[in-house]
Each structure stands twice: as C-alpha cells, then as structure tokens.
C-alpha cells in the first residue's frame, strides 16, 4: 500500500543530492547532474513514478530544459514551493509541471504568472509582450488556455492602446507564427476592427492577389465576420470591397486565394441575408457550417482508397533508416497512412546535407523531424524538429490534421521551410529561422539549404506506403 502522504509537502531541500537517498539521477546541460529520491519525486509526479517504478529507469535526461528550471523543479519537489520561480525561468519550469503532471505546481504556475509575471513595471511594450508571448506559447505548445484568458482579462487596454500594441505585436506579418494571430484575434476581443485595419495596411503594401502569403489566407479564415460587421459594420464593409477589388483586377490569383477570399465574402452575404430574414443568429449559422464540416468523406471508400495506394506505393522496413535520393532546390517524401493502428506510431525524416561525412545517420542528429499520432480520434500528432524545438513529443503539434483513415502526406523541404501537407492540408509550415524555440536562436544555420540524400524511417510494420522517388 503506497503511503498516504499528500504533496506539496516539505522533505527538506537539504536532501537534494545526498549520496544515501539520491537515488535518480538528473542529467542537464552541460553535463550536470543532480541526485534526487525517487519516491519525493514519484509522490509529486506520476509521469516519474511510471519512469522508475515500472520503467525502472534510474537516469532521466532534463536537457531539454534550462538548468535554472531544473533546479527550481526539484526544489519545488522537496519543499512544496517555489521559492526559485522567475520570469526567466517561468516557461520551463511551466512546462515541466505539465510534462510530469504535477499539478499544485502548474496551479502555482498560473498563480505567479498573474501575480508576478502581469505585474508591469513600466507598462512598456517589451514587458506586455514578453506576458503575451508566455501565454500564446502555453496555449499553442501545452494546450493551455488559461494564460491568454488571464492576459485577456487582466491587461487593461484601452482601444488606442490596444491598437498601438497589436500593431507591433503583428509587425513583419508575413513571418509572423499563427499562434501570435490566434493571441492577437483574442486579445482584440470585440476590437475586431483593429485587426481589419492591420490586414488592409498590409494588403495595400502588397496589392497583388498573386503574392498573398498564407498567413493573410490563416487570418481571414479565422476571423469572426459576423462579430466584425455587428461590431464595426463600416470598417467590415471596407475590407470585404478592398478584397473584391484584389479580386476582381488580379487574373495571376491561386486557386486557393479564390477561394478563400470568395468563401469570407460569400460567407459576409449569408450571415447579411440571415439577419434580414427571420432571425436566425450568427451561432446557429456556425453551427450549421460546424455541421458540415464534421462530415468525415475520407472515412469513405477506404478499402477502395487503400487497394489503389498499394498498387503504386510500398512498405518501407520497419524501423531501418531507408536512404532516398532528393532533387535540389525542392526536396519533397510523399507518403500513405492507412489507417488504424496509428495510436504512437512514428515516422521520421532525415537530411542530410553534402557537408554531412559520417556514413552512420544516427550519428549525425542535426536535421531530423519526427512524428507521432498521439490521439486517433481527434487526429492529434505531435513532432519534433532537431536544432529547432526541444526533442520531445506531445509538446509541439502538427496544425488541423484530417481525420480520414487514409492519410497521403507530403513532407517537404525547401532552402528556407519545412512544410508538411496531409490531404492536402497544410499542417505545418515551419520557417527555421523564425519559428524556432526559445535557446535554438542558431536553428537557420542548421537547417538552411539543400540536400544530398533524404532518409526515412518508421515504426509501422504495416498500413504504411512510401513513395520511392523524391520529388
């Protein structure tokens, strides 16, 4: 019978390193270490528990995180609190509390981020950024929501300030990271014609239809019109005539900024002519749009759909890195997933580059992306991207996969991006040198240019069909 001993609860830093209790060993940065008692951190965090009662594992690897995050981690495990939380340090150790699920410290977490970390000094904008970044980071890697709703609430803004800050906050929008446009569609709230006004301004600076770039596409995707013309109805209907303008005088436009910019106006006249009818509301037409949407064709026609992939594909080995010749300047792996089991199934790419001489690819571990189904259901897949994110799974996730069985999926890479597309979705679209994590600021120098040979890899014993030949 485990010991009913409720945490946070004091054990006394001073037993941190003892050379009797220290059972675990801590591997950080640079090669440190710290000793720590198994059973004070499997009190504290399940995920540890499973790792060294069932696991038996007695070194567990924290390089992924700041050594000043780690330290504030264990101390906080040994004394139930947190005394070592800092803003700089915040974002690690908020993680950690998540990876391992101790939950009073991520509550503790939320508690300093609204007491310390929302505490302005100077109220400048370097330090509601650095608040607003903590919180869009926390709710596009961990899923945590909690952060923007207490940015949103807490921050008082009036409109021109609201205005000056999103302004900023939105500057270089082309490079912009799509979570900073989700933060930014929260934080203007019902001010939805500031974000009208930040969209136009850019669009005027780049008037041909033919040179949308996909986060202008993401943004009017996103954005509420029926808010937006309830709200600010004048400044709604200048932005719907400036892009029936773009529109209308581009004849070089992609299929795919048609029809988005036909679906936001289409979508404008049907919420107007609702309202002129017998009041049918604005959330009972996303219902109705939520509705079809949820209709799953792919789930239809799989035996046919699997029977003509294996006619043209075939079943890479398992787990045996396969090499595949590129053709510069566009290096793109095409491939099928043919349903169940998915459930932590991985699949990785390696590239390697002319420079690289080591004839073994896992010891060369530079440029490699990995990734994993982690929910069949709701099709969440998490990846990781070598010398650009932290090397662990279910902290950063592919955007909007399909839900269909059969997945046919292209990785592609380019001198400047890593893109990822799953019936013909983009789910990923990483830019090494701006969408990389906090500490891998050299990423670009890891990852930009062309390569010599892409390698592929996998856990699938089966329902897996790889394309051969690179395109």
Known sequence: MKPRIRVPANFGKEHINSPVHGNIKLKLKDGQEIKVNSIIMSL???????????????????????????????????????????????????????????????????????????????????????????????????????????????????????????????AGFAKVPRRRIDTSLAVAGKDLNIIGNCLTAYLSSNFECAKFDENVLYLLQKLDIGKFRQTYPSQFMELVNFLSEILEESESACDEVKSTITSFIKRRRTIAEKDTRNGTSEMELEDIEGLEDSVDFGYKNVQSQTAYVKSVWRQPPICQWEVIQPSPPIQSVQFFTLGEPELQKRIGLFFKFPADESPAPMKTLDRRFIMKCENNDSSAWSYYINGCTKAVFNSEFLYNVPRDKVKHWTVTKTFTHLNVTCNDVTVLNFNFATDHSTGFENSSQVWVGNCSSVLFWTTYAENLLLKSQVT
């Open 44 to 170: 504290n965090s399940p995920v540890i528990d499973n790792l060294t009662s069932n696991l038996t594992q007695s070194t567990l690897e924290m390089d992924d995180f700041t050594n000043s995050a780690v330290d504030c981690f264990v101390e906080s495990m040994y004394t139930g609190d947190v005394e070592k939380l800092e803003k700089l340090n915040f974002e690690d150790v908020n993680k950690m509390a998540h990876v391992f699920k101790v939950g009073w410290l991520s509550k503790k977490c939320v508690l300093f981020y609204k007491t310390d970390i929302l505490k302005f000094e100077n109220n400048s904008y370097r330090e509601i950024e650095f608040a607003c970044e903590i919180a869009s980071r926390a709710h596009f890697h961990l899923k945590q929501k909690q952060f923007v709703s207490l940015f949103v609430k807490h921050v008082t803004f009036d409109l021109v300030s609201k205005n000056t800050f999103l302004q900023r906050y939105l």
